[in-house]
Each structure stands twice: as structure tokens, then as C-alpha cells.
């Protein structure tokens, strides 16, 4: 039998790994992160430490075992009140809470890191968390909260 010059083997091997080795060198080029991400990375770096009180976040699912929250959060003023986005990763993921103090009543939603409202807890000073059953309502103050941040997100 005739010898080959080059083996079958090795060209086999290299139809595999040159592909993956292609999509694994970036040339020059940085991934595009999504909005989340860079939200996430944004309020990570530049948030303060901070603990929340669980009453709210517990009707949203988010549990300490009755202590409270560990959190990073931003907090700035708005031209209807004051806004503050937290980011929580006691789920081992990391997700939103958003929340803002307007007419006598604090509002909060929590969402994941793709801007997914999960729940919403509306929360009068003096009395108790309750959660948001009018999903229209919910759904257009989140959207309103979630604008803020983005218009003051870096990088957007």
C-alpha cells in the first residue's frame, strides 16, 4: 500500500479545530453586552452597599431568612420624586429591584437582568406591603422606573 504524505487523521483534526479556534480569537473586536449586563456591571461598580428591609422583597420572593437584604444601590432624584434601582443577588443571580416614593406610597419592581417585570409590591408608609394586582398600572410605572435608569445609564 502506497503512503500518504499527509494523514487522513490530521486532516480530520484540523477541519475540527480550526473552526473553534476561529470563533474562540475576538481580531480586535469587543462583544457587545447587552443592556442588562452593562446595567448590571454599571450599578455592581458604582452602587453603594447597602441592607433593605424584607417585608417588601419578601412578597416578591426574595428571602434573607427574615434579615435584611444585602444590596448595591443608586438612588437619584427625578423631576417626580426619587429613584432607586438595587441589585440584588441573593437568588444567586443577579436581578433589579426598582423603586420610587410617589403619592404617598412606595412602588417597587423587581425584574431579572433582561428587563422582565416579575412582581410589583406597593407599600403605603404606614401600613403593609401588598402586591400590585392591576397589571397595567405595574406594567407602565416599571416602565417609567426602567427608563430613568437606562436614559442615565453610561455607555447606552
Known amino acids: 500500500m502506497p503512503q500518504r504524505s499527509?494523514?487522513?487523521r490530521a486532516?480530520?483534526?484540523?477541519?475540527?479545530v480550526l473552526?473553534?479556534?476561529?470563533?474562540?480569537?475576538?481580531?480586535?473586536?469587543?462583544?457587545?453586552?447587552?443592556?442588562g449586563d452593562r446595567m448590571v456591571r454599571w450599578v455592581y461598580n458604582t452602587g453603594t452597599?447597602?441592607?433593605?428591609?424584607?417585608d417588601a422583597l419578601t412578597l416578591m420572593g426574595i428571602t434573607n431568612e427574615g434579615r435584611d437584604i444585602p444590596v448595591r444601590l443608586l438612588g437619584e432624584n427625578g423631576?417626580?420624586?426619587?429613584?432607586?434601582i438595587a441589585l440584588v443577588s441573593i437568588r444567586k443571580v443577579y436581578e433589579f429591584v426598582l423603586h420610587?416614593?410617589?403619592?404617598?406610597?412606595f412602588i417597587f419592581h423587581n425584574c431579572d437582568r433582561n428587563f422582565k417585570r416579575l412582581t410589583s409590591v406597593r407599600y403605603a408608609r404606614n401600613g403593609k406591603p401588598t402586591?400590585?394586582?392591576?397589571?397595567?398600572?405595574?406594567?407602565?410605572?416599571?416602565?417609567?422606573?426602567l427608563a430613568f435608569w437606562v436614559e442615565r445609564m453610561p455607555g447606552r
Open 6 to 8: 499527509f494523514p487522513r
Open 11 to 16: 486532516l480530520l483534526g484540523a477541519a475540527f
Open 19 to 35: 473552526p473553534l479556534a476561529a470563533c474562540g480569537t475576538s481580531g480586535g473586536q469587543t462583544k457587545v453586552q447587552s443592556r
Open 49 to 54: 452597599e447597602r441592607m433593605m428591609a424584607p
Open 79 to 84: 423631576s417626580d420624586g426619587r429613584y432607586v
Open 100 to 105: 420610587r416614593f410617589h403619592n404617598e406610597v
Open 131 to 145: 402586591v400590585i394586582t392591576d397589571t397595567a398600572f405595574a406594567e407602565v410605572d416599571f416602565q417609567q422606573q
